[in-house]
């Protein structure tokens, strides 16, 4: 089985930066895809970033060259780097990750919000 432990968001100015963290434990060997998503008030979840374990990263369109996604292995610990926020960045986000053993696990949750 496998544990997510989020931290980081918050409250960020429009312009400013955050970052999320999100730690795997237990069967974090068996991991091959982290990321995030995130869903906002009344929408669907969405992709923001996905990363595998060979360092391959993928983006959301809405997100590219603002946030970087990273990882590292050793820590079974992926992170969200968020620049240039905008307030159309304020939702959940969802620490991702798809495991062998045991498939996709969800983490709790983070409230990012982006406000003057």
């Known amino acids: 089985q496998v544990q ?3 931290s980081g968001g918050g409250l960020g100015q429009p ?8 730690a795997a434990s237990g069967s974090a060997f068996s991991i091959n895809v982290m990321g995030w998503y995130r869903q906002a008030p009344g929408e669907a979840r969405e992709l923001v970033a996905l990363t595998t374990t060979d360092g391959t990263t993928n983006y959301a369109d809405s997100v590219k060259r603002r946030f970087t996604i ?7 610990t992926v992170y969200l780097q968020m620049n240039r926020l905008k307030p159309e960045d304020t939702a959940v986000y ?3 990750v798809n495991s062998r053993l045991t498939g996709v696990i969800w983490g709790q949750g983070t409230q990012v919000t982006v406000s003057s």
């Open 4 to 6: 997510l432990v989020e």
């Open 15 to 22: 312009g400013g930066s955050l970052r999320l963290s999100c």
């Open 70 to 76: 990273s990882r590292d292995n050793a820590k079974s």
């Open 94 to 96: 969802y620490c991702y």
